[in-house]
Each structure stands twice: as structure tokens, then as C-alpha cells.
């Protein structure tokens, strides 16, 4: 595991848990998992994306721990979570449903958020009785079901197969990251977040990223590289929210838009002008309002679902774009 340490001062810091606990998947897996704010409090479930950490979702914690339960995990071999030999979506969807069993009372639910491979994770256990035991609302957050490679546009170039190898050969490079310098952040910068960031935002997401080790990096890598969620995407049956930053070169709008137009119970899709992939870091306010939202709608105060009078045959409904 690399030495980097989260930043140390400001809204990104990771805020301290209430509790931590270790949950077993299978295969074995270990999942380092932290609970955040009152036991009584309605629930909120985090997954983050590829090379993060529950790091990740700092200002969304400190915001909603006030009022909400908030529970975050590292994925297999990402933060402090052991590595896996496993690497697989149905090892992602395994391991949200050994969080949710361990974390959640029997029935209880929750809003439950995926940034990225995080929102990959969703929806490869769409179909899971876990997932549909637990899950009052879903937001997904700058993600996508399958192309991802080829619809990336972190090489700029024309889109083709030479861009397609180019970027499989970048996002799947097995080289370190090494140490967080001035052109590191350059360089992530670009990949991963919008024009306008913060030099914050930055310091924060580099050494999120820099800490995850580089061969989980890489096999992770070949997984969603290969991301075929299409079908899974339609077993998405509880309500869900779509967030997207029209500046995110790793999973562009059009991504967004196909989950928008799939999804049985769209509730909105929010594009959000000149933000990039790291949409929680960089709108933490649009993003943890999204939650609130979602939680005020689907989920009553001691965890139960509430009744919105929609089904699953009504028409999808795309909010305005922000």
C-alpha cells in the first residue's frame, strides 16, 4: 500500500467515524467499513469508484452525518481493504451485499450512492435480493454500463480504434503513480476533473488516487475495460438519479444519458456545467443535495420505504440540466 496520507485540513479531510467495521465477502474478501452519524438516523450507503477510497466521499460525510446514517466501504484492494484475487462486477456486487447485511437491519432501507465503478457496483446487483431488500432510491454519479473505453475521451483524438488502444493502454498502464508532484496534478487534472477546479479539489483526488496500489489499479482496470451493464441496468427497478459532469472525459455525458433513457424509474438526470469525472469533490453541494432529496422522498425516518405512487411503467422524467 502506498505511504500517502489524505489531506489533513479543509472540507476534504476525512471526518472521523462513529464506528468501523471489518465485513467478510466472498472469496474471503475483507472490506474495511465505516459508520458515520446517529444509529436512528435514515441510512445512506456510499460506493466509490476505481482507485479511491472512502476518502472520496468526505464532504458528502460531513455534511449528512448530522442527520443521516452514513456508511462507506473501500472496495476489494482499495483503501483498507485488502486486495482480492477476485476482480469481477459479480465480486462488486457480492460485496455491497455482505455491506448491506451487515450494516442494515432485515428490510431496512436506504439511499444508496455509486460514483463511477461505485455506481458499476449498483448496478451489477440490481438484481440481488440484497439490493432490492435494501435499496429505497439509487443516485449514480458519473458512470456508465458498458463502452467505456471507447467513449472515453481522455486521449484527444478522433474517436476509433487507434484512440480505443491508446486509452486501454493509458487507463491499464501497470507503471506507479509515484509521488504527488506538480505534474501529477497536472496530469490527473485533466484525466479526471473539470477546468475550474479547485487546487484543493486536486490535492484532495491525487492523493486518493496515488494511494491506491498500482497493481490493483491495473487489474481493476481490465474489468472495466471490458464493462458489459446494459441488461443489468434495466433491473434497476427502485428510483433512481443520474449525475453527470459535462466535463468528464472518463465517462462523458452520453453515458449518462443512455442510464437516464434505460432506467425503469428515472427520477432526473443532472448535467453539471464544467465539472469533470470527480463530481462528489468537485460539486459536493449538487451531489449531496441529490442525497437529501432522495432520502426526504423514498426513505421515512426509521428506515422504511416510502410509498410515491410510481411504478415502473411510468414515463421517465429527465430534469432540467443545471
Known amino acids: 500500500m502506498s505511504r500517502l496520507t489524505p489531506v489533513a485540513s479543509g472540507p476534504y479531510t476525512p471526518p472521523v467515524p462513529a464506528r468501523e467495521l471489518t465485513v467478510r465477502s466472498t472469496g474471503g474478501a475483507r472490506l474495511h467499513v465505516e459508520v458515520h452519524g446517529p444509529e436512528d438516523a435514515p441510512a445512506v450507503v456510499l460506493s466509490h469508484g476505481w482507485t479511491c477510497s472512502t476518502a472520496f466521499w468526505a464532504a458528502q460525510i460531513r455534511d449528512l452525518a448530522g442527520d443521516h446514517r452514513v456508511i462507506a466501504y473501500d472496495q476489494r484492494g482499495h483503501g483498507r481493504s485488502p486486495a482480492s484475487e ?42 440481488r435480493p440484497g439490493l432490492r431488500e435494501h435499496a ?26 487507434l484512440r480505443t488502444r491508446i486509452t486501454t493502454s493509458v ?64 433491473e434497476l427497478r427502485v428510483p433512481t438519479a443520474v449525475v453527470v459532469g459535462t466535463a468528464d472525459r472518463l465517462t462523458p455525458p452520453v453515458h449518462a444519458r443512455a442510464l437516464a433513457a434505460a432506467l425503469p424509474r428515472c427520477t432526473g438526470l443532472t448535467e453539471l456545467p464544467g465539472v469533470g469525472h470527480m463530481t462528489p469533490v468537485e460539486a459536493p453541494e449538487r451531489v449531496t443535495s441529490r442525497i437529501r432529496e432522495l432520502v426526504t422522498a423514498h426513505v421515512g425516518v426509521a428506515g422504511r420505504a416510502e410509498e410515491t405512487g410510481r411504478t415502473g411503467d411510468e414515463p421517465t422524467e429527465i430534469k432540467e440540466r443545471a
Open 136 to 161: 429505497a432510491a439509487v443516485l449514480l454519479c458519473s458512470t456508465g454500463s458498458s463502452n467505456l473505453v471507447a467513449e472515453s475521451l481522455v486521449v484527444p483524438m478522433r474517436a476509433g480504434r
Open 86 to 127: 477476485t476482480c469481477a462486477t459479480d465480486a462488486l456486487a457480492d460485496d455491497l451485499e455482505a455491506v448491506l447485511a451487515a450494516t442494515l437491519a432485515p428490510g431496512e432501507k436506504a439511499v444508496l450512492v455509486g460514483h463511477s465503478m461505485g455506481g458499476m457496483t449498483l448496478m451489477a446487483a440490481s438484481a
Open 171 to 234: 487507463l491499464g498502464s501497470r507503471a506507479p503513480l509515484g509521488p504527488v508532484t506538480p505534474l501529477a496534478r497536472r496530469i490527473l487534472k485533466y484525466g479526471t476533473m473539470g477546468p475550474g477546479s479547485s487546487p484543493a479539489m486536486v490535492e484532495a483526488c491525487a492523493r486518493i488516487v496515488h494511494a491506491c496500489p498500482r497493481k490493483v489499479r491495473h487489474a481493476w482496470s481490465h474489468v472495466l475495460n471490458s464493462l458489459d451493464l446494459d441488461d443489468a441496468v434495466r
